[in-house]
């Protein structure tokens, strides 16, 4: 799968939250995520292991109980079944990698 740039078709996922599926395969899942000034991911966990990369901002995420303070060229792990939960600071762009596939983000037809 190939994946070019196109502006459109955001999803919402929680206020202050959007992300867009980039390209996935048979074990992988990209997304971008834009995260607003203000805005939290509540603490929960899911059966995906989440590779993130911070682009740009300013956030601060709870890892399993761990508080962890991310700025742009920081990246992540979380394993599957984690708690883990971000405040953001700054508007931020941020890189997300999932397997396996996440089947709710796959962009509908």
Known sequence: MFYKRDISNYVKALDGVTYKTLSYGSKTLLSEFILEKGSKVPI???????????????????????????????????????????????????????SPVREDYLPKK
């Open 44 to 98: 929960h966990n899911h059966p995906y292991e989440q590779t993130g990369y911070m682009i740009s901002g300013r956030m601060t995420f709870t890892i399993n109980g761990k508080i962890y303070n991310a700025e742009p060229g920081d990246s992540w792990c979380i394993p599957e079944n984690v708690e883990h939960g971000v405040e953001v600071h700054e508007d931020s762009l941020v890189i997300e990698v999932f």
